[in-house]
């Protein structure tokens, strides 16, 4: 239903995989490089040129890759010199811009606006409408959940960008944001609207506005539920451990930190 | 302007009633049924595959209904296995995913997120970029601000799915989050930016974070106002009791609710 | 890349300027006036007919104003009856409904929702996903971060909208809300998630829920950095104070003022 060849774009210099389908009305341009079996739905542009093509005739569009076994929902936008690793998915209209670097298996979820320069790890998901300013990063396994933001102006308007960053397994809540350069610690939780105003070690549970932790994320019990954090041992669904469980993925030396 | 017969694509198995228009670059995918004078402007689409599409094979899509007189506006996408009412009418760039049910008369504003297994009453209207978790439920006459939240993962990530539930006459303020599972009675207002954590009786008025009751909101006087809720006695565009008032349009006895 | 003259729309009432370039997919409606060297990018929609269009068989598309030099990045919208000064650019999937009347070199950011009837400045910066609504007013050099809103409706559902306003040279944080009908003063420095609630005067540092002012910005000191406000004499990128400086340019006496 989706590709039928229809008013499609493809640059003579993209170069495409095997298998590769595009949609109807995409627009693949110049020096994008799509993997193996990837599928980019209708109406995506894969490397979007930036600001300066607009206006300097001698513009050259940096390469984009995008990995093996993608699948880019309709309406997304990746912009030229970005690397997306393999099995990317993306929800519908998301953004991300130049100099992106995401690991393998990570999903960004439908109107989320990757703002460039950013770097995410492996088996992230960002879930709707969350937004990543300039020069963030993020490690594995990080969820991020919709309203969220990562902020990088600690004087605004400044030349002063000072992205912050998230460590591996954190999960942040809806409408929460990471104030300019602050560091997330690793396995944290962050709860709805909390505003993270300074560094947060590892397994903070942390809360309000500014973000206070509350206690070590390890001794949080829920009625009837025992412990549910760290979150590794209780969910598998597209982690790397699925079927095995965490402890035995682990045993087996497969983890890769991004530090 | 907008039906100019360009680049559209019909599905031969989609049903397309009397009257009905489609704007230019629309796609009318499997199983999709218009109703009668319905418009479906540029660049959306009607029945969007779901996930399984992409990598099954033998992939069949579900129908998917849109009632008459419908109004869909550019870019929005619609997933298949959604039944939206008669009268429904969106804004732009409105994603609503399967197995959505809508009821007659109600408005989705530009951006907004409809995430999928959501029940939606009659009569309401979201305005933009409203995000509304998976099972979550909404009565009628219900109006959502922007940005505000139903949340549906009490310990994210998990499989624990549970969503909230909105009770008849309803606003909840601009940034307002709903926790997961919560249920907001009827007749309430949610301050801006208010979180709420547990259920709220009818007729609450509520506010911050976390969201407590301020006082009953048959109570929340105004200077020269007099006594704004419960609202539907001055307020009345869109309402089925316009023209006639709400009292009378009660006292007709054609007052819908849902449970 | 992105100009190709495929499936393009252009009214015959449309007037296009010298050397304006229109993306592929795009659509210019009647009455869209294109200033010179302008840029409207693929599956943009300039002059989008407004509500009536769909019921009204007499219906007339107002006027639509694009100034010179603009660039309209892909799948905006700019309503029918709008008008954008010189230099306007915008992101992706921008909103901009009718009878919006915008400055000089202003950019608003990707997702942003301008819902109508809105006055911004000059050299105004909205980031991204900004959502200004109906009647709000915007002084210059007034810049607005992600998820920020101004809010107009005090009773809601009312007819009674009052839009709030904005002075020159302040700063919005991420997630603030400005409730309807306040009015914030020129030079205001507002916090992260903020609720203002009520009017605050020039000068102010204000945070919280409800917004307070916490000092006069001239008087706020970061270790290291002095006194970053007023920002005028630390930032230039894009303002008319670019090369010379904000004293000269003030000493020249081109401060245009709103008021």
Redesign the interface.
Known sequence: ??F?G??I?V?PRAKLGRNVKIG??A?I??GAEIGDDA?IC??V?IG??LAA??RDPNYE?PPTVIGPNA?VR??S?IYAGCTLGPGFSS???V?IRENTIIGERCSIG??S?I?GSVTIGNYC?LH??V?VSQTSSIGDFV?L???S?M?ND??????DIQGGRIGSYT?V???A?I?PGVQVGENC?IG??S?VRKRLPDFSLAS??PAKVVMDVRNYV?MG?GK??P?MS??E?GMPWEGIGYETWIAQGQLKRDE
């Open positions: 239903m989706k039928n229809r008013n774009f640059h109807d009305n627009a341009y110049d599928i209708n109406d542009a979007e040129p093509y607009y569009n699948l309709s309406h936008i929800g519908h209209r953004t439908t109107l606006d703002q998901r709707s409408n937004h969820f959940y919709p309203f933001v902020t600690p004087y605004p308007p400044s030349e999960q809540g809806v409408h944001v104030l939780l709805a609207n505003v309000g506005d829920v539920k549910p954090y979150w209780r969910f669904r």
